[in-house]
Structure formats: C-alpha cells, structure tokens
C-alpha cells in the first residue's frame, strides 16, 4: 500500500486538521503505508505542530507505539527529523516507553537525535526520560556521544549534555557569527580537497585499469575476486579498437573493456538506496557490501576451497599448485615448444626470473589425510579430485575411493591383480584408499593374505607414473 491521502495531508498541516473532524479521520490514523508507517511516523517526520501530534494520536492512542518496518517508534522519526520540542514532550508523556526502545539497528531515540542535530532541548528531554541511555550502544558499537562527535556540526551544548556535564553558557551574537565563519571555512576547505581529488581520480583510475589488463593477461583468474569474468575481459579487450595512445578514453568515453572494469567496481560497490534513515548509513553499507559479494562470475576453484570449513593449509597448497601451474603455461606461451634447443637459453635469459626457471607444470602430489573418525578426510579428498580436475592437473575428476578387501586377494598373486586393476582403474583421478594403514597390519590370516604385496604393487606404480 502506498501512501494514503491522509499521509500526504500530514504534509501540509492545515488540510489535516480540518481533515480531522470527519468520521474517517479515525479509520485513516491507523492505516500503515508500505514502510510500514502510519499517518503519526509522516507528521513526525515532518516536524509537524503539537496540535497536528495531538489529533493523530486522539484519533489513534496506540500510534505512539506502533513500530515500522525497521521498528522506529514515531518518537524515533521525532528525534530523527528535528521534530519540535513540544512534539517529543508529547510523544513521551503518552508511551514513556518509547525513550527505552530500540529499533532493528539497536538504536534508541537518543541515538537518533544525536546524530542528526536535535536541539539542546530535544536531547535533554529524552535523557531525562531515560537516564542509562547515555552509555548505551547500538548495534555499531556507538554511543550518543559518539554520534554527536562523528557530526562535526554538532553543538557543543548536546555534546556536554551527552558527557554528563553542565552546558556551556549561551553565545553572544558575536561568537555565533564567528562559529558560523569557522564552519564555512572548514566546509570551503573540504570543497577544495574533494575538488583536488576529483582531479586526480581520473588519472588514478586509468593507471587502476591499466594495472587490471595486464593482471588479466597473466593471472586471469585473479579476476574473479574483483567481480570481473577474465573470459568477458578478453572477449571486451579483442574488441577495444578505438583506443588512444596509452590504452585509454578517448573523447572522454571508456571503450568496451574500460566499460567491464568499471562495471564490476560499480556491481561492488554498495550503494545506499531510499535510506529514510540518516542514521541507518553504517548498516546499510553493511548490507549493500554482502549483497554485493554474491553477485559477479563465480570462481569455481575458489568455490570449491570455500567448501571446505578451516584446513587453511591445504587451501593455500592447492592455490601455491594453482599459481605454478600457470606461471608455467605463461612461460610455455612465451617459448613455444617449438623453439629449438640450442636456443632456447637465449630465449629463456629475456624471461622476466620468475618466468625463467625451467620447471614443469606441477602435477598432483600423493597425499596421507589424517584425523579422527568422521572429521572429513574423505570429502575433502572428494573435493580435491574437482579442484585438481578444475586447475588442469588431472584429466577427469575421478575419484575412486577403495579400503583393503578391494586391494588384497588370498594368495599374493590375486592381491597383485587386484591392486593392478584398481590402479588401472583409477589413473587420470584420484585414488582415495580408505584406512590404508590396515594394508600392513598383521592378521590371523597373515600366511593367506597380506597386505605387504598390496603396498609394493602401490609403490611400483608410484615410481612408473614418476
């Protein structure tokens, strides 16, 4: 429901009081818009008369603690808007409650009136109405005097008040218009920096681009974390052919891969829409940062290691593996295979030295998973086969998990096959064996079936894969 004609009329005060002596009047001061606002929120909001308070709260006594959807109280929209005194008077001699509420920001009217410019009067009235609230926080770890002392404007009289401490004595004419003159000197140095940084901020951003595309050229994925799919950049950087000389605007206008970069900044960037609340900034910052982090391509390595609660090590072995595995395709793109050998060293001596060592491409390491029953040995190897298979590493995401009855037979000769099938089976995967200390534990049955055959049959295959 969007807002009733009798939200609107509290706008313009005249028309509602009139307004108010219809039978209507009181079936309307109870309707909620689709913030959840009743006719007592706007007129509060718009620092309307106490007689305006007045009629609102006859036609509707239970308006004074009636919340919105963000659970502000018309007293929080009264501290919040710089309602006139005689508004919170009222509103607190009918629901004295209303002091000690918070909204779902954890902030309480004091809060609110603190942050945006109450008056000394307005402030006082809701300390006196409940005292504790000076040392109270909100949800952002901040009390009323450090809502009044994050606003430069505030005045020194709510913040003495806020500190507990007896209020400064009035200011002459004079040193009003000299606070004034120290505030437009202040707001005039503050234009100047914003306008010196304007400036800088297009030379910044072309250098932050330029930086981005020769990121994408050697270590695409790294992208993904910005929000950028490395694919969609290169498939943007082949058409970018108007370009001025240092790869950038030209006619002010950015080409087609700039347009992707600055996409994704702005995907990122969380921007605070239809705030009704001035005092709600830190949270919706807050909220707009995590809807921004779901949105963008997807890392599908990444995916997979976030997966994987703690194991910190393992995650940075598998990105260690991830960034080898592409410096050496970086420096097989540089030297081709083609290259003959005699020179290939003089080929190699123009590589930058982190590109010159002549290391293949990593391959997967054998692995031992070691832990208590049930702490995820197995599906943290599960995951790894994707993860390897993803990164090039292996040629099939296999995994082939097996424990000693699938490798060891009654006689050697049948362990042998077994464990030679199994291997067979499991190449260019992942061959997971279940509790594999087992294999050289001695059983009744040790002059029938061993697990010794098992394991040299594991390691010659070991050492012709080398």
Aim: hydrophobic share 40%; with cysteine.
């Amino acid at each position: 429901m969007t807002d009733t004609t009798l939200h609107e009329l509290c706008k313009g005060f005249g028309a509602l009081l009139s307004r108010s002596k219809q039978p209507i009047f009181i079936e309307e001061a109870s309707r909620l818009n689709d913030r959840g606002n009743l006719p007592l929120h706007a007129a509060c909001s718009f620092q309307a008369s106490q007689e305006v308070i007045d009629a609102l709260l006859k036609a509707y006594p239970g308006g004074a603690s009636q919340p919105n959807n963000v659970g502000n109280l018309p007293i929080h929209q009264a501290a919040m808007w710089q309602a006139p005194v005689d508004t919170i008077e009222l509103l607190l001699s009918r629901y004295p409650e209303g002091a000690t509420v918070r909204n779902q920001y954890g902030s309480l009217p004091l809060h609110m009136a603190a942050s945006n410019q109450s008056s000394p009067e307005a402030v006082k009235l809701l300390i006196d109405a409940y005292p504790d609230s000076l040392h109270l926080q909100n949800d952002d770890g901040m009390t009323p005097l450090d809502l009044a002392l994050a606003d430069e404007s505030a005045s020194e009289t709510v913040v003495a008040l806020l500190e507990g401490r007896p209020p400064p004595p009035e200011l002459s004419r004079r040193q009003k218009a000299d606070k004034f003159l120290e505030r437009a000197d202040a707001l005039e140095r503050k234009l100047g920096s914003m306008r010196d940084a304007g400036g800088r901020q297009h030379g910044d951003l072309r250098e932050a681009i330029q930086a981005v595309r020769k990121l994408a050229d050697r270590f695409p994925h790294a992208l993904y974390s910005a929000g950028i799919d490395p694919n969609e950049l290169e498939i943007a950087l082949s058409n970018s052919a108007v370009e001025d000389g240092n790869g950038g605007y030209r006619g002010g206008r950015p080409n087609e891969a700039e347009l992707v970069i600055l996409d994704a900044v702005k995907r990122r960037s969380p921007v605070v829409r239809g705030a009704i609340n001035k005092n709600f900034s830190a949270e919706s910052f807050r909220d707009g940062a995590m809807n921004a982090g779901s949105s963008g391509p997807r890392d599908r390595v990444e995916d997979l290691l976030a997966s994987i609660v703690g194991l910190d090590h393992i995650k940075s072995q598998v990105r260690g593996i991830r960034r080898s595995t592409e410096i050496a395709d970086l420096r097989e793109s540089l030297i081709p295979n083609s290259v003959p050998q005699t020179r290939m060293g003089a080929a190699a001596s123009l590589l930058p030295p982190a590109l010159s060592d002549e290391s293949g491409r990593p391959r997967a390491s054998h692995m031992v998973f070691v832990g208590n029953p049930g702490c995820g040995k197995t599906a943290v190897a599960r995951l790894l086969a994707k993860t390897y298979h993803e990164l090039g590493i292996l040629r099939k995401p296999k995994f082939l998990e097996v424990e000693r009855m699938d490798l060891v037979g009654r006689t050697p000769q049948q362990t042998v096959a077994k464990s030679v099938e199994v291997l067979e089976e499991a190449r260019g995967g992942i061959l997971f064996i279940d509790e594999a200390y087992t294999l050289a534990m001695s059983t009744k049955r040790q002059k029938a079936e061993s697990g010794v055959d098992a394991i040299g049959e594991l390691i010659r295959g070991i050492d012709a894969a080398a």
